[in-house]
């Protein structure tokens, strides 16, 4: 797939393919942090030219929680500002955004904010019946 976009020069189609792949070896038992960071600089390489609002509801939150799995809380910080306006009408995408706003201020030791937005993002996953969602949730919090 990153082949053909890049082939007819789809930049949103190679965004979506790169994001997908970060997001899958995020969820790898032992994701490669050099893997997790070329593929970082790959897509925000791609983020300087216009993204749709359906893959910003998708890709900020994305980089927010690459970025905290390699610790860097500032440009978590960052993506999670970008990632609020695209995703707070959208129930299904504002469970990531909850969910990272919860890890980020856990890395704040505000654990009563952090517990409050976990569980803001956890209800909203099982109100929709959303088992990937809650699974993912839970292990980006374990």
Known sequence: ALDISQEIKNDNMSL???RNFLHLEL??????ISLVQTLLEQIES???????FF???????TLCT????LDRLNKAQFYL???IPFTVLSKEYHIYTLSNL??????HKLKDKSIAYFQEALTLAQAGNNIFAIQQIQQDHS
């Open 27 to 32: 969820r790898k038992h032992n994701p490669s």
């Open 55 to 61: 893959e910003s509801m998708q890709i900020y939150n």
């Open 81 to 83: 500002k970008k990632a």
């Open 16 to 18: 979506e393919t790169l």
């Open 102 to 107: 919860a890890r980020i201020c856990k890395r």
């Open 46 to 52: 791609l983020l300087t030219k216009s993204i749709e």
């Open 66 to 69: 690459a970025y905290l799995f």
